[in-house]
């Protein structure tokens, strides 16, 4: 097996633009636009503080069940895709992380709830998302 090491990837016809060829050999996919343009872990309970994040500037609580998080490089716009996910605390078992319905997201801003079985907002223990999508 051959080993390929370097510093960087650069297509020949669009510099940004290389396509991988995928199962079966039948269809390409563009790994630009395949790769996670952000993605961040976070305590959402008590002082809301991030965990661990690549492009994400900073969080910033917005009240019970509420987080705003900056992006460090924006989107092209805000038309991209979040995918949340989070852990309960203590003995309450169903919960989970939205984007604001209220509030969508900007190119640079994404706000996100935790919600509870009853569908109130709830500082659940650590919350999780990832973001793909075209930068700026």
Same mark, same amino acid.
């Given at each position: 097996?051959?080993? /390929?090491?370097?510093?960087?990837?650069?297509?020949?016809?669009?510099? *940004?633009? /290389?396509?991988?060829?995928?199962?079966?050999?039948?269809?390409?996919?563009?790994?630009?636009? *395949?790769?996670?343009? %952000?993605?961040?872990?976070?305590?959402?309970? &008590?002082?809301?503080? =991030?965990?661990?994040?690549?492009?994400?500037?900073? /969080?910033?609580?917005? &009240?019970?069940?509420?987080?705003? =998080?900056?992006?460090? %490089? %924006?989107?092209?716009?805000?038309?991209? =895709? =979040?995918?949340?996910? *989070? #852990?309960? @605390?203590?003995?309450?078992?169903? %919960? &989970?992380?939205?984007?604001?319905? @209220?509030?969508?997201?900007?190119?640079? #801003?994404?706000?996100? @709830?935790?919600?509870?079985?009853?569908?109130?907002?709830?500082?659940?223990?650590?919350?999780? *998302?990832?973001?793909? &999508? @075209?930068?700026?």
């Amino acid at each position: 097996m051959s080993e /390929i090491k370097t510093d960087k990837l650069t297509g020949t016809s669009t510099a *940004g633009s /290389i396509l991988v060829t995928g199962e079966g050999n039948s269809t390409t996919t563009n790994l630009q636009q *395949g790769l996670a343009k %952000a993605w961040v872990n976070f305590d959402f309970d &008590g002082t809301q503080a =991030i965990t661990k994040s690549f492009n994400t500037a900073s /969080i910033t609580d917005d &009240g019970t069940g509420a987080s705003s =998080i900056a992006l460090t %490089a %924006a989107m092209s716009n805000a038309n991209y =895709i =979040i995918t949340c996910n *989070g #852990v309960h @605390d203590g003995s309450l078992y169903v %919960a &989970g992380l939205c984007v604001r319905h @209220d509030t969508p997201p900007t190119s640079s #801003v994404l706000k996100l @709830d935790g919600m509870n079985y009853n569908q109130s907002n709830y500082d659940m223990e650590m919350a999780m *998302g990832t973001v793909h &999508g @075209d930068l700026a």
